[in-house]
């Protein structure tokens, strides 16, 4: 199984700052078709978890230009150019490329 | 406007039964993959299952193979997961989403296997 590694676990930053999360496969995931299926989704406290960026760095419709997602291989990144308060949530990476599907584990980002 | 529906969860003893379902609605129901995916209480999620367009094929995570089931009626705009032989480690919400890779989820249902 590929396994998905998010640091950092826990993220404090403050509203206005940028923030960064990152996430590292233990395997490549270039899918045979070209394409590589990493996708990052957040979930504020008490809801369902919402998918912001899939295939590496394509936002979903709906999500804040302030987010972006960008990496190759095995290493990715997920940015917040500015953090605001409904940002607040834990964000998950999640590989798709093979089965079973896996996802990190999560990064907790709250305001200082 | 997408919307994702879960019912069928509840309390259930060990080695017990339930069928979860999810009523979709405003996509066209049969141009999509559907999965099911899982969170223990305060843990992070898990991928539990997908099914193609037609039903024809499914895949089903190692932790559950042999005891679930995923399966979808297109004729009822509808996505199911049958249970069979639950332990108290499948405890979880189990969350309903479009595609194989999650798009939109629903609002999840509650599974709590216990004595």
């Known amino acids: 199984d590929v396994v998905m590694t998010q640091s950092p676990l826990s993220l404090p930053v403050t509203l206005g700052q940028p923030a960064s999360v990152s996430c590292r496969s233990s395997?490549?995931?270039?899918?045979?078709?070209?394409?590589?299926?990493l996708s990052w989704f957040q979930q504020r406290p008490g809801q369902s978890p919402r998918r912001l960026i899939y295939?590496?760095?394509n936002r979903d419709s709906g999500v804040p230009d302030r987010f972006s997602g960008s990496g190759s291989g095995t290493d990715f990144t997920l940015k917040i150019s500015r953090v605001e308060a409904e940002d607040v949530g834990v964000y998950y990476c999640?590989?798709?490329?093979?089965?079973?599907?896996?996802f990190g584990g999560g990064t907790k980002v709250e305001i200082k | 406007e997408v919307h994702l529906v879960e019912s069928g969860g509840g309390l259930v003893q060990p080695g017990g039964s339930l069928r979860l379902s999810c009523a979709a609605s405003?996509?066209?129901?049969?141009?999509?993959?559907m999965s099911w995916v899982r969170q223990a209480p305060g843990k992070g999620l898990e991928w539990v299952a997908n099914?193609?367009?037609?039903?024809?094929?499914?895949f089903h995570v190692d932790s559950v193979k042999g005891r679930f089931t995923i399966s979808r009626d297109n004729t009822k705009n509808s996505l199911y997961l049958q249970m069979n032989s639950l332990r108290v480690e499948d405890t979880a919400v189990y969350y309903c989403?479009?595609?194989?890779?999650?798009?939109?989820w629903g609002q999840g249902a509650l599974v709590t296997v216990s004595s």
């Open positions: 295939k590496v760095s």
């Open positions: 405003g996509f066209t129901f049969n141009n999509y993959w």
């Open positions: 999640m590989q798709g490329t093979q089965r079973p599907l896996t």
């Open positions: 099914i193609n367009k037609d039903g024809s094929e499914k």
């Open positions: 395997q490549s995931l270039v899918h045979s078709d070209g394409n590589t299926y």
């Open positions: 989403a479009r595609t194989y890779h999650f798009d939109y």
